[in-house]
């Protein structure tokens, strides 16, 4: 039985649980300032997963949910069991068992556009 509000994901006729999964992304964003102005920022994010592709589209859902974008996702892996993380990481990850249908994001890093 799985978790509720999860999916699992078939990949070729084989059932996948979703598992905590970490990645880092790079995004597009603006703020609330400058709603208009489009700035490119990595960032952490967790969420359940039971795939790359599902991690990816779970964090397109987040993104748009502000008006921002995805440009990439740099790393997407299940959470290995002896990782050792940030206090901000850990506090991610505690969120994120706690909730099944977390997405939960962590501190943006700008950097100028070339």
Same mark, same amino acid.
Request: charged share 25%; with cysteine.
């Given at each position: 039985? +799985?978790?509720? +509000?999860?999916?699992?994901?078939?990949?070729g +006729?084989?059932v996948?649980q979703?598992?905590?999964?970490?990645? #880092?992304?790079e995004?597009?964003w603006?703020d $609330?300032? #400058?709603?208009t102005?489009? &700035?490119?920022?990595?960032?952490?994010? #967790? #969420?359940?997963?039971?795939s790359?592709?599902e991690?990816? =589209?779970k964090?397109? &859902?987040?993104l748009? /949910?502000?008006g921002?974008?995805?440009?990439?996702? $740099? &790393? @997407?892996?299940?959470?290995?069991?002896? +990782? =050792?993380?940030? =206090?901000e990481? $850990?506090?991610?990850?505690? &969120?994120?068992?706690d909730?099944?249908? @977390?997405?939960?994001? /962590?501190?943006?890093?700008?950097?100028p556009v070339?």
């Amino acid at each position: 039985m +799985g978790l509720p +509000g999860l999916y699992y994901s078939v990949d070729g +006729g084989k059932v996948t649980q979703p598992g905590i999964w970490i990645g #880092t992304v790079e995004i597009s964003w603006s703020d $609330e300032k #400058t709603p208009t102005v489009f &700035r490119p920022a990595f960032t952490v994010v #967790t #969420t359940w997963a039971a795939s790359q592709e599902e991690f990816r =589209e779970k964090c397109v &859902r987040m993104l748009e /949910g502000y008006g921002w974008k995805l440009l990439d996702v $740099e &790393r @997407a892996n299940p959470v290995p069991e002896n +990782g =050792e993380f940030s =206090e901000e990481v $850990e506090d991610m990850l505690e &969120r994120t068992r706690d909730n099944p249908n @977390a997405i939960i994001y /962590g501190t943006f890093y700008s950097y100028p556009v070339m």
